[in-house]
């Protein structure tokens, strides 16, 4: 039985497939650009796949006869999946200082119940943004219009505001002027 370990470089965009036969102490390993890979997605989540069929190609792009892989069938978890950040992370509001509008761009690594409230600098809640709602991993951009929990515009001055998911909480500062 032939045994197959695809390794993915998503950064370099790189796919490298090391092959053996089991029992055996070596095997075959190559890189290179990947001309045809007929696949169906079984179940999106854990990234399964059964391919069909895997042509290599050479550095000119030439089919290279006895290297393609018929019935490759599988599952791979993907490492790092494309678009989906590996840590938490809070930016500094943008712009700031800001009037009337600023953006707050957040990352999850994984689904998380999101809280992001802003207070002033007595530490009275202004506005929730989020407020306990579970948000998938990936990249978000939410905008603050400068208005409180009523809709009222609130005055200039030091605003704080505060992101918390999971395990991470982290707060920032920001200026609205007028």
């Not at 390794?7 to 390993?29: C, F, H, K, R, W």
């Not at 978890?77 to 200082?97: D, E, G, S, W």
């Not at 009275?124 to 579970?134: G, T």
């Amino acid at each position: 039985e032939t045994v197959f370990q695809p390794q993915n470089d998503a950064t370099n965009g790189i796919l490298t497939l090391d092959m053996t036969s089991l029992g055996q102490t070596e095997g075959v390993s190559g890189s290179g650009v990947l001309a045809e890979i007929t696949f169906t997605v079984k179940n999106a989540g854990d990234w399964a796949m059964e391919a069909v069929e895997i042509v290599a190609l050479d550095s000119q792009l030439q089919r290279i006869e006895g290297i393609a892989l018929q019935g490759l069938n599988g599952t791979a978890k993907h490492p790092t999946r494309p678009n989906i950040p590996t840590t938490y992370h809070l930016a500094q509001n943008h712009p700031n200082p800001f009037n009337p509008v600023t953006a707050i761009r957040y990352q999850l690594p994984q689904t998380q119940a999101v809280n992001l409230r802003i207070y002033d600098v007595s530490g009275r809640l202004v506005r929730a943004l989020v407020e306990n709602e579970i948000h998938e991993a990936g990249y978000y951009v939410l905008e603050w219009d400068g208005t409180d929990d009523a809709g009222q515009a609130v005055s200039s001055g030091m605003y704080i505001y505060q992101f918390d998911a999971g395990p991470f909480s982290q707060t920032r500062q920001m200026l609205l002027v007028k």
